[in-house]
Structures are given as structure tokens and as C-alpha cells.
């Protein structure tokens, strides 16, 4: 999706402004829905102390090395950016501590984070959450009916990827809803391990993120750990998935990423819901 006219709209008075940042590049007209350019590095520390409730990223997996998959039958390259590329293995772990802990600072004191990641960022994410001292909760296995086949034929075919759920840290009392995920369950305990498919079509209709999740991963997540007028955050926005689940469910939102074409992907995704929603 290539740029376009700049989004930003006047921001009312009551919306959760950054301490002497920059304006919002998209706004909604109730100021419960901003989007922010930038890095979330340079972004996040001016956020209030404390402010955000629930955190879903879906931080860069660091694929981007040259090589193919399979997409819809046809070989393509994995190559996604200059964001996904690795330098070295220490850099990605140092990276990883360094968004986790201002993402850290900005939870509430019962808050919890939901990262998504492969096997190639994972671990590091574990291990940085550990050092940091965030209370890991669950390791939820996301996996995907209808995974791409493995080219080489020298490995298992990847069909999962890994959420893990923590608090802010060890003294925290997380939300759960409990009652809310058992009737998703039919009535029973869920389970770590979620069947979902990807993202419909329906999804994509204005374009797509490399890495974009399916709305009712985001869905399941925010209902689990938030309450309606709670706000949720991710410091990647990408596609924009986890601000139209959170409008959805009526969770204040704000979503950051240094790519205008996904700030702007989001900010029309948000337009054609709130034009849905007028029509009913």
C-alpha cells in the first residue's frame, strides 16, 4: 500500500495524549482510537507511567535472509524488509529487551503483554521477559490449520507460532475472564493450544501486513484480558488488526509503527468498521 494524504485529525481534549510528543498521525473523532508514527522506542517512554492495560506486539521475527516459501501454490521470497533483517543474534536479544522494558514501564500494575513470535525470536523474547522480571502466565500455541508446505522437505511443516502472556511482574493480579473464555470453550476449560484459521479475505480487502493476524486471534485475546473501556496498545501496529479487534470489543486503543503505509492500512481499516457499524 504505497502513501498517501496525510490522516491526522484534530485531537479532543480527552483522549490519552503522549507527555510532550508528537500529535497523533490518525485520530478518531472520540480521540479512542490513535495511531502514531514513529519508533516505538522513541514513542513509548512518553506515554504515561502505568497507563495501559492490556499490550499485544508482534514484534519483527527477523526473516528476511533471501530466502522462499510457499504462498497459494507459488514460491516467494521471505524477504519483507529492512525491519526483518538480522544483524546479529546479540542485537535481536538487546532489541528485545529494549522495547520490553518501555513497553514494561507503560503497563498497569495488574497489565499483561501478549507477544506473538516463531521459533526464530521466541526464546529471546522468554529470556528478555525473564530478565526483565514480567510474570510469565501462559504459552499459548496458535496453530494453523492450513500451514504452507515446506519446500525442502527437510523438516516439519511450521504450522504454529508461539503467544506468550505475562504480567507486568511478579506482584501483579492479572485480569482474566475467566467466564468468557469457558463459554468459548463450550463450557469447558480452554486449552493453550488455539485452532484458528488465518486472515480471511475479507480481512485484506484494503491491503495487508507480511505477518498480519486474523481478527479473532485478537479478538479471543482482548476479551480474555481486558474490560470494555480499558486501553490496549501495540507498538507495532502493522495491519492494524489488534485496533479494529479493540474498537470492536469498545477498548480505547493506540497503535505505533514506523511504516506510513500500515499507520495509513489501520487508519482505513478503522474507517470501513466505523462505516460497517453506521449501516446497522
Known sequence: ?????KVTKRVPENTDRLRGGPEPYFASESGDFLLYLGDAL??????????VDLIFADPPYFLSNGGITCHSGRMVSVNKG???RLETIEMMHQFNREW???CQRALSPNGTIWISGTRHIICSVGFALQQLGFKLLNEITWEKPNPPPNLSCRYFTHSTETILWAARDKRSKHKFNYQNMRRE??????KSVWRLLPPSKDEKTLGSHPTQKPLALLERIITAA????DLVLDPFVGG???GIAARGLRRRFIGIDADQSFIELTA???RQAEAQKKMF
Request: aromatic share 6%; no cysteine.
Open 42 to 51: 522513541e514513542v513509548l517512554p512518553r506515554m504515561a507511567d502505568g497507563s
Open 268 to 270: 482505513e481499516r478503522y
Open 240 to 242: 492494524g488488526t489488534t
Open 226 to 229: 481486558s474490560d470494555e473501556g
Open 100 to 102: 520490553l522494558a518501555v
Open 82 to 84: 529492512d525491519w526483518d
Open 1 to 5: 500500500m504505497g502513501a498517501s494524504t
Open 185 to 190: 470453550a463450550g463450557e469447558r476449560q480452554m
